[in-house]
């Protein structure tokens, strides 16, 4: 939890700092901030979504982006050493967010009656398949959407942290507790640790890219009629 605390507190003071004395013309710390929050609008909102809808749904996919994002990061950064999202209960938070998310722009899009009928009995199919279709878009639009949004973070945060606590306590115990040439082992799992650290960062970003990105293309699923 005090991960969680710092990771959310650097977020808001970084974009805090960067749009406090925002210039027309911005400085490099702020046209930095903005050029990230470009990022989210332009190539994963406006992308997926369209200009009207893409711009009403960029300060959700900005918040879940770069939140998962700060929650992820923290696995790599020194005397914090563990990803935020990686105990259940950030994937999960985030994944409901992005459950509303979807279902507020269908009902807004269509209606209530309209998204329902939209998502649960897809036009074309022959009435009598519609006792087997029903359920299983029910299933898979109702509950696996923000299940496996939790799942796919939860899995890859965890096997990351694990994976660096594996190659750093291997280096700790070749270095210092074994004995003989084994010793040189170390320095094996050492650089492999780094390369894994490395890793990490890519899959930090990659991850909340993604999870962003799937909330988008839930959102448009949503709103459009099958």
């Known amino acids: 939890m005090l991960v969680r605390v710092v990771a959310t507190i650097l977020l808001v003071t970084v974009f805090w700092l960067a749009a406090r004395r925002a210039k027309l013309v911005p400085g490099r710390f702020q046209g930095t901030a903005e050029l990230a929050l470009d990022f989210v609008r332009v190539n ?24 998962v994002f700060a929650m992820n990061i923290t696995g790599v950064i020194p005397f914090l050493n563990i990803a935020g999202s990686s105990v259940i209960g950030v994937p999960l938070l985030f994944a409901v967010i992005a459950y509303i998310g979807f279902i507020v722009a269908g009902v807004r899009a269509q209606g209530g009656g309209g998204f329902l009928k939209s998502s649960l009995f897809p036009p074309g199919v022959p009435k009598p398949l519609y006792v087997i279709l029903t359920p299983i878009e029910f299933l898979s639009t109702f509950i696996l959407r923000p299940v496996t949004l939790t799942i796919r973070l939860l899995a890859n945060m965890l096997v990351g942290h694990l994976l660096l606590v594996l190659c750093f306590a291997a280096t700790h115990y070749l270095f ?51």
């Open 44 to 67: 994963i909102a406006e992308e997926v979504l369209g200009k009207v809808s893409g711009r009403r749904a960029t300060p959700l996919l900005t918040v879940i982006f770069f939140g």
């Open 176 to 226: 210092f507790q074994a004995a003989g040439a084994i010793k040189a082992i170390g320095a094996v799992t050492l650089a492999a640790g780094f390369a894994f650290t490395l890793f990490e960062i890519f899959i930090a970003a990659l991850q909340a890219f993604i999870f962003a990105l799937l909330t988008a293309v839930y959102i448009q699923l949503s709103e459009e009629a099958h």
